[in-house]
């Protein structure tokens, strides 16, 4: 017979009504304390795994309605269809996207609420979900019922549940991306302008990182400094300079960083520039501070003054040319401003009038220019 510890509970009753109906004993009755008594332990082992059970499906219920919540008000939207592509349930948020009480769409096909033009872009994702089994993303436009113009969503879609069910259902993500393709559209746009403008700038515009790392140079400076920008941006700013600047660059930087002392920004300054091919040309370079969150940046604004300095080199040489000619000329010169105010007089004038340092050096004021001639010879 089989040990008492091994039997089941229908087990244990039915011996123990067997002893019940033979006739009574010491054995018997041993026996039959023995089988209450695991009787007992029984019960109470039962009365644990029930309450076990109760606690485990109280939790499930706990779980189940937190999920619910999760699920209906979330601010995406939610919806499961079956392989035919007919809606079988769907949260609030999928239901106002649609613009159509949750409950009258239990059932109804979802590409209906598509727009005829992504029709076969539904099937395509659809047909793709169904065939590889795994996760679909597309977007398309959806019908609003306020309004005759489609508003855009992006569909991502994945098997719910495990591919061996008889009925397979797939949830879908449906996301309104209209406001985020509308933001994207916008910073392509100011980018296409800021760049528009920044390629027709005469100035050659440079933007580097407090690392003094290039970000972006513009067409005027490749022009300028003989570099593509596909070859200078992601370098550091000295090779577009000479010592002292070049070794010292990197300092001004750092020191700026720990100090907030400007010693370059905001501060226009004439330097010489380095071309790729190694020769020098003067320019002259303003650089001003952004900041972009938290990061901080540096444009420079470059201008290349090789004219410029070329043209004060040619006015120098002329002036000193008429200097020389007026310094060595046997006439006297003397030239004075629309005031009288004598503005310079030639040595031969100064010897004939004797009026050296208060004419040349101190401009007193004369008259008329008849005050330095002689009466007798005035008419």
Known sequence: ????????????????????????????????????????????????????????????????????????????????????????????????????????????????????????????????????????????????????????????????????????????????????????????????RLRAILNTAAEGIITIDEHGLIESFNQAAEQMFGRSAGETVGQNVRVLMTSPHHEQHDQYLANYRDTGVRKIIGIGREALGVRKDGSLFPLEIAVSEMRLGEDRKFTGLVRDITWRKKAEESLRASEAQFRSLNEASPLGIRMADLQGQCIYTNPRWQDMSGLILHCYKKRLRIRSADAMIFPANRN
């Open 1 to 192: 017979m089989k040990p008492l510890e091994q039997m089941t509970r229908s087990e244990l009753i039915q011996r123990i009504q067997a002893l019940e109906k033979g006739a009574p004993s010491v054995g018997a009755s041993l026996e039959h304390e023995r089988i209450l008594q695991e009787l007992q332990v029984h019960q109470v082992e039962l009365e644990t795994q029930n309450r076990e059970l109760r606690e485990a499906q109280l939790q499930l219920e706990i779980s189940r309605d937190r999920y619910a919540d999760l699920f209906d008000f979330a601010p995406v939207g939610f919806v499961t269809m079956d392989a035919n592509g007919l809606i079988h349930d769907l949260n609030l948020a999928a239901a106002e996207l649609l613009e159509v009480e949750r409950g009258r769409l239990i059932g109804v096909p979802f590409h209906l609420y598509v727009v005829p033009q992504d029709l076969a872009l539904f099937r395509e994702h659809f047909q793709q979900l169904i065939s590889e089994k795994g996760v679909a993303t597309c977007e398309l436009r959806l019908k609003r019922r306020s309004s005759c113009k489609g508003y855009l969503v992006e569909l991502r879609s994945g098997l719910r549940g495990g591919k061996s069910e008889e009925r397979q259902l797939y949830r879908t993500s449906v996301l309104d991306i209209g406001a985020r393709k509308e933001a994207e559209q916008a910073v392509r746009d100011s980018e296409s």
